[in-house]
């Protein structure tokens, strides 16, 4: 079996900006707390646990003038009323791409433009651009979406004026789609840069596209995803390639290679979570040659 790791892997910016700015805040020796993970990954989250951060559920959890850090999947803007309320102190680690996906939202309420939110409605990221538009626009004016099938029963008038954002770890193909069932439906709809998926997402869907093409020729095609249980973008890419019809599996660490079976695999493409360590998929890597040539 033939083994390739497929390029991008690693952290991507927004989860090593955070990670970075985590650790800054922990070097002073103060103690920290997250409002939930920071990002989907039990290894980085243990990690900071090491460092002495604590990781809370509610703001209510944190002393009143504590220190809290928002995870890199952003909150909305009611989550920051509260810690200045509070008198906390905030470290900020939103996500660029989800920062943007925000302002749009906020855009669009303040305009009294409904919004469609492409993206699963219990995700972090998807309740923090509910939460943005509700904040400045009607609680009738914003429906979540993440599939085809939901976009004949939205609400809004078929002649009105629409804007259009979805959550940033999205698969390519199931965000096409609801794309065009929304332009099909919706003839004034509003697409901008954040009716995309982040740059990271993207290029990992395509690399795990491009590989799966290029040795569905030459014998059976297996895509190794790497990455947090609750880590939307490694699932998106398992589903990568088993849409392209490549066998796929999802594991969180080496020692979950013990349970995969590989038989009839020819060639095995390694890809990772934007939030994955680099560590991880190292020790993933060589447990996966080993196999290969034992």
Known sequence: MRVEV???????????????????????????????????????????????????????????????????HGVPPCTRAKAD??????????????????????????QGTPVVVVGHVEHAEVAGLVGEYLEFGPADGIKVVDAVA????????????????????LAADTLGGILSALRSRYPRLVETSASETCTATRDRQRAVRSFVR????????????????????TARLAETAESDGARAW????????????????????ITSGASTPESVLAAVCGRLRAISVA
């Not at 309320?85 to 680690?93: F, P, S």
């Not at 939901?150 to 770890?169: M, N």
Request: some cysteine.
């Open 250 to 269: 999802r594991i969180s660490g080496p020692d979950d290679l013990a349970s995969c079976d590989f038989s009839g695999i020819d060639s095995m493409g």
């Open 214 to 233: 290029a040795h569905a020729q030459r014998g059976k095609v297996g895509v190794m995803a790497v990455g947090g249980a609750h880590s939307s973008n």
């Open 150 to 169: 939901d976009v004949p029963a939205l609400p809004f008038p078929d002649c009105e004026r629409i804007g259009v954002v979805c959550q940033t770890t």
């Open 85 to 110: 309320a509070r008198g906390l102190t905030v470290i900020d680690t939103t996500c660029p791409f989800v920062v943007r996906a925000h302002r749009q939202v906020r855009t669009y309420a303040e």
């Open 6 to 72: 497929l390029e991008p892997h690693g952290f991507c910016s927004g989860v090593k900006a955070a990670i970075d700015k985590a650790c800054h805040a922990l070097s002073f020796g103060g103690r920290v707390w997250c409002l939930h993970e920071i990002v989907h990954n039990a290894m980085v989250v243990e990690g900071l646990r090491a460092k002495g951060m604590r990781f809370v559920e509610s703001l209510d959890e944190v002393p009143a003038g504590g220190t809290i850090l928002f995870s890199a």
